[in-house]
Structure formats: structure tokens, C-alpha cells
């Protein structure tokens, strides 16, 4: 019997980061779970020697620039007639180009798009719903819409936002479905990681992102720190650290001298080993971004059996119903410094009892990717 041959293309590179996440997740799955051979084009690294992710091939171009891009339509179409699943991310233009050159290239298979939504908004208007679209953009969408075979979207609150917009019914059509975002376990058999129980975990808070950017809101995270009596707790600051916010990090030290020991910026993590021995360690995890469409970090610290406490962004109220944590809608630190300090100020015992003792499994790709109705639907004949 013939493979099945599962092509990712993207209007941006795929680099390592991605293989990680949704873009490189999902073709891996599929040649795990049901023997895909899966195919990501245009990955982008440094390391030209690189051929493959695990079981998935990668194909690479010499160009850059908009040649590219147009290179990315043409290997569609001439790619059609050997693929049996398209897999696209996002309401673009570029999906749109990609979708219409697989048909006409003679692709018989089916058209996956994975919405990672995004703001798509002017002056806080949706522009997802109709009657805010302008001319052009309601061509765009009239001609998009029918072409996939079916999309799943991240999260429940970007669901209920799709109920009423111009593809809400989609979902009475059974084209549109939720798929969260999974953790690969395989990361931690590939670095012989084994995940704590809270019994054994040791009194961290830890966030990962990219420290200084303005989504991140990082401002927030210092100024709760420097209300909060740490005690005996230490706090790691994980990921790549913007120029212009390396003078807030001193400012921040001047103003808590006493933090000195307790605070530590660690930099950028790209070993995976090193960076899941942090969650794996910590007890608390929080995000204080000011807009996240998922946040692929709540998932990680979820599944690693870390209390989250995070605003009101991305998967934050889903995935807590399988752990445990505290979500606020306001951007301000009050709200924060008081869950955040009645975690410090709980003994031994009540922090052992954070977190319940299951084994997450429903937050891990393998179950999501076999348990969705949508991504069956992809599977049937």
C-alpha cells in the first residue's frame, strides 16, 4: 500500500523553532500516527546539512524575496497530483495562490488550514466579520472561503469569535473545528527527561519568551516581582533579550538590590534538554503578554505540571482546565502580586496539592491528533 504524502507550505521560512510547533508538529504526527510521508518546504537554517526533521523531509530554496514566494506557488502545482493533503496555515493571500494552484495542478487530496488567529482588525474593528470588510476584502474572502476541506482553529475564545464572523457557518457545514495546540512527549524521551510529580518539584517561577518585546509585556512581570516578597523562591527569566529593554533589567536591579540573587535573566535557551529541566523544575509559570492568538508556552508549562498565572491571552482559560492557575483580563499588577504571593506564602504540604496528579494526556499532540473530528474527517476517504 501506498504512503500518503502530507505537503506543508508557508508563506514565511520554516526554521527549528517552527519544527516545534504547529508547522512542523503536525506533518511529524502524521507520518507517526498514520504512516504520512510528510513533506515541509522552504526550511530555512543555518546548517545546510540538515535534510530532514525526525522522519520529515525538508526542501530548501537558493532565493529569497518575492521569487521565493512565487517558487513556493509553482512547487505546489507541480507537486499536486502526488499530494494527498495540503496543509496550509492562515487566511492569506498567499493560501489563497497555494490552494487554487493544487487544484489546478491537478490535486485530487484535501486542503487543511490551521487558523493561528491573529488580530485581524483596523482601529479595533474585526475584519473578519462582513459588513466591516472593504470591497477588495470581500472578494478575497468570498473567493477563500469554500476552498478548504476543512480548518481547525487554536482556541475556544478564537472559536466563538469565527461563530460570528463571515465563516461562522462553517461550523454547521462541519468544516471548522477546535484543535488546540499539542506538547510532544518525544521531546522529552529525545533528552531523557523524565516529568517531576509535585512532590519533587523546587520553589521556581519561570517564564519563557522573548523578553522586552512589547507583546511579552515584561514591564508588567518586573514591576509584580518588585512587589512580591520572594522568600526563599527563585525566578528565571528564559529567552532572547531585546537591546532596548537591557536598561530596564539594570533599573530593575537598582531598585531591588535585595533581588539580585533571586532574579536571573538567563538569555536565550535553544537546547531543549537545558530548557525543559526548567519547567521541569518550577512550580509556577506566568505570562503577562498583552496579546498572545495561542501561546505555545502555556502548553509546555501545563503539561510539565506548572501552576499558570498569566492575563487573559491566547490558550490560557482552556488549558487550565487540566491543570490548575489564575487568569486575570486585567493588565495590571495588583491582581497578580496577590495570587503570586499567596503561592510564596503556602506551605509545603498546599503546594504539593497545586497542580492535580494526572497524566495531562489530552494536552499531547498524539491524543489531540487522534481524538479531533476534524483531523479524522482529513483521514477518512
Same mark, same amino acid.
Given at each position: ?107 485530487? !487530496? ?6 493561528? $488567529?491573529? &488580530?485581524?482588525?483596523?482601529?479595533? #474593528? /474585526? *475584519?473578519?466579520? +462582513? @459588513? ?79 523578553? !522586552? ?6 514591564? $508588567?512581570? &518586573?514591576?509584580?516581582?518588585?512587589? #512580591? /516578597? *520572594?522568600?526563599? +523562591? @527563585? ?147
Amino acid at each position: 500500500m501506498n504512503k500518503k504524502t502530507l505537503y506543508l507550505s508557508f508563506s514565511l521560512p520554516i526554521t527549528t523553532v517552527h519544527l516545534y510547533k504547529e508547522p512542523g508538529e503536525i506533518p511529524y504526527y502524521f507520518n507517526k500516527l498514520y504512516n504520512y510521508n510528510s513533506i515541509i518546504d522552504d526550511y530555512m537554517d543555518d546548517n545546510d546539512r540538515i535534510k530532514s526533521f525526525r522522519s520529515v523531509s525538508l526542501h530548501r530554496y537558493k532565493y529569497q524575496g518575492i521569487f521565493k514566494n512565487c517558487l513556493k506557488i509553482l512547487s505546489v502545482f507541480t507537486h499536486a497530483h502526488k499530494v494527498d493533503l495540503l496543509y496550509l496555515l492562515q487566511i492569506t493571500p498567499d493560501s489563497m495562490f497555494k490552494m487554487l494552484a493544487y487544484r489546478l495542478g491537478g490535486g485530487k !487530496g484535501k486542503i487543511y488550514l490551521k487558523l493561528d $488567529l491573529g &488580530l485581524y482588525e483596523k482601529n479595533g #474593528v /474585526d *475584519l473578519l466579520v +462582513w @459588513k466591516n470588510m472593504s470591497y477588495l476584502l470581500k472578494v478575497v474572502h468570498t473567493l477563500f472561503k469554500p476552498l478548504p476541506t476543512i480548518y481547525t482553529v487554536e482556541t475556544t475564545l478564537a472559536y466563538n469569535r469565527l461563530k460570528n464572523s463571515y465563516y461562522g457557518n462553517l461550523i454547521a457545514d462541519n468544516k471548522l473545528y477546535l484543535l488546540p495546540n499539542g506538547f510532544d512527549t518525544d521531546i522529552l524521551v529525545e533528552n531523557n527527561i523524565q516529568r517531576k510529580g509535585n512532590v519533587d518539584k523546587e520553589k521556581i517561577i519561570i517564564t519563557v519568551g522573548r523578553i !522586552g518585546s512589547y507583546l511579552k509585556n515584561t514591564e $508588567l512581570l &518586573l514591576d509584580i516581582i518588585s512587589n #512580591v /516578597d *520572594l522568600k526563599d +523562591w @527563585k525566578v528565571y527569566i528564559i529567552g532572547p533579550i531585546e537591546k532596548s529593554f537591557l536598561g530596564k533589567m539594570d533599573d530593575f536591579y537598582a531598585q531591588n538590590p535585595t533581588k539580585k540573587d533571586s532574579v536571573t535573566f538567563t538569555g536565550d535557551i535553544t537546547d531543549k534538554k537545558i530548557l525543559f529541566e526548567y519547567y521541569n523544575k518550577s512550580r509556577v509559570f506566568m505570562l503577562t503578554s498583552r496579546f498572545e492568538s495561542y501561546a505555545f508556552v502555556l502548553t509546555e508549562a501545563a503539561y510539565m505540571n506548572n501552576y499558570v498565572i498569566s492575563t487573559d491571552v491566547g490558550a490560557a482559560r482552556d488549558l487550565i482546565k487540566t491543570t490548575s492557575g489564575y487568569i486575570s483580563d486585567e493588565h495590571k499588577k495588583e491582581p497578580f502580586v496577590l495570587e503570586l504571593q499567596r503561592i510564596i506564602d503556602l506551605d509545603d504540604d498546599k503546594l504539593n496539592e497545586l497542580i492535580p496528579d494526572t497524566d495531562k494526556k489530552e494536552l499531547t499532540w498524539e491524543w489531540i491528533l487522534k481524538n479531533n473530528k476534524g483531523i479524522q474527517m482529513l483521514l477518512n476517504e
